[in-house]
């Protein structure tokens, strides 16, 4: 039994090898057409409004960079100190829900009342 099971995934393997093979040695480029339109060509006026959109973007300029460790640190700092802010607000947010002390005043006087 355990023969015939390793020989049928052995064979279904096989038969995924070869599928895949198929698709990865099938045309990847199908030409239109010859009765199909030809590609606009391009304005000059589009080229130089998208070279000029781009322009800022090859400006060298250092990403993120930091002139010194102390810049670094202080901005690690500050980051820290908002996070603490964020959670510390959302910690006070949780104990002071007028909800869950509502519930917790109804499950104290249902637990009374047995």
């Known amino acids: 039994m355990a023969r015939s099971r390793s020989s049928a995934s052995a064979l279904v393997l096989a038969a995924l090898a070869a599928v895949a093979a198929c698709l990865c040695l099938a045309p990847a480029f199908v030409a239109p057409p010859r009765g199909a339109a030809q590609a606009p060509e391009v304005d000059l006026r589009i080229a130089a409004a998208a070279f000029a959109g781009l322009s800022p973007l090859a400006a060298e300029q250092p990403a993120a960079a930091y002139d010194s460790v102390v810049a670094m640190l202080q901005s690690w700092l500050v980051g820290g100190t908002v996070l603490i ?14 909800l869950t002390k509502r519930r917790q005043e109804v499950a104290a006087t249902m637990m009374g009342k047995k």
Request: glycine share 0%.
């Open 85 to 98: 802010i964020i959670f510390a607000a959302a910690l006070v947010a949780a104990t002071a829900n007028p």
